[in-house]
């Protein structure tokens, strides 16, 4: 079996800290349990602006195509607040989105023990939390098209295209039924179907999807608005959450402050299996650049260090 490839993109802020202590844990585990891998490291967001003047150079976009999968630390910050829009940090993420086909994006929330006490919410309500939010992550909102701000008579018009093809929506819905199947087997579909045509889509695919190929897990529906209300309210009632790019952004940072701690919870945007049966994969911490509290060893690790748990995702 080859050695996993590892493209390090350690970002802006707190991402280099972060992943400093990630390089340990690699090489905890090539030393105590045999698990190597052939590691690299480049430039992303405002550390790739500063040196190339794009947030994303065509060389990193090339290693991160070709390796078996991204560790991302954090992008952005307040220097980089009056960029170009076409140039800010983000835009380096989102590229990697979508040049990857990084289609779904796993946000697990569970509440730890030590945490249950720092929820927003009741211990009784949060206390073994585990949902997993699954959102479709390279269409939508932020990628559709036309967008941008145009000029219409006297005054500017801000347009971002809320655009989803069947195929889009079936390949998400069936990486969501599939850890499903994995988990406690139920779904629960979240769109606006009463006031968008794409929601209606949405919801036709998901059952369609559902009907000639997971009718053995149950699945429901729900209105994304009413969904981030059932999350405060009785979080523990959902299992998988399957929705599209802009109410899985919002939802999946809900669902994370239920746990006590946005910054300890990990991320995994998977693509379509590569040719060693492995799917193109990016993992991150769902935390930011934290520019508050960088430079001053408060930084926890520990997001990152999940996703290298008991041996790596990698091999997932």
């Excluded at 070709?66 to 835009?91: C, I, M, Q, T, W």
């Excluded at 971002?160 to 998400?172: G, L, P």
């Excluded at 059932?230 to 959902?238: D, E, G, S, T």
């Amino acid at each position: 079996m080859s050695t996993p490839s590892l493209l390090i993109l350690p970002g802006d802020g707190i991402g280099p800290e972060v992943m400093l202590e990630v390089r340990k844990i690699i090489d905890w585990l090539s030393n105590h349990r045999s698990i190597s891998f052939e590691v690299s490291e480049d430039l992303v967001g405002g550390a790739a602006y500063d040196a190339h003047g794009v947030p994303l150079h065509d060389a990193t976009m090339a290693k991160a195509l070709s390796v078996d999968a991204v560790l991302l630390g954090a992008v952005g910050g307040p220097k980089y607040d009056n960029l170009d829009f076409s140039v800010k940090p983000e835009r380096g993420l989102l590229r990697l989105r979508k040049e990857m086909d990084l289609f779904a994006n796993l946000r697990p929330a569970q509440c730890f023990d030590a945490l249950a006490d720092f929820s927003s919410l009741k211990r009784d309500l949060v206390a073994g939390l585990d949902i997993m939010i699954v959102r479709e992550l390279t269409s939508g909102s932020y990628f559709g098209e036309p967008r941008g701000i145009f000029k219409e008579g006297n005054e500017r018009v801000g347009i971002n295209t809320h655009r989803y093809t069947e195929s889009e929506i079936a390949r998400v819905a069936r990486a969501a039924f599939e850890l499903a199947r994995r988990r406690s087997n139920r779904v629960c579909s979240m769109e606006k179907a009463n006031v968008m045509e794409a929601g209606v889509l949405w919801r036709d695919v998901v059952n369609e999807v559902h009907q000639a190929e997971y009718s053995n897990v149950e699945l429901s529906h729900m209105y994304a608005d009413n969904g981030a209300m059932q999350l405060v309210r009785a979080p523990k009632q959902f299992d998988v959450i399957l929705t599209d790019n802009l109410f899985g952004d919002i939802l999946s940072d809900c669902a994370a402050m239920l746990t006590g701690s946005l910054g300890m919870l990990p991320s995994a945007s998977l693509g379509s299996p590569m040719d060693n049966g492995r799917p193109k994969a990016l993992y991150e911490p769902v935390h930011g650049s934290a520019p508050d509290i960088t430079g001053q060893g408060k930084a926890n690790p520990s997001a990152c260090i999940l996703i290298l748990r008991n041996g790596s995702p990698l091999f997932v």
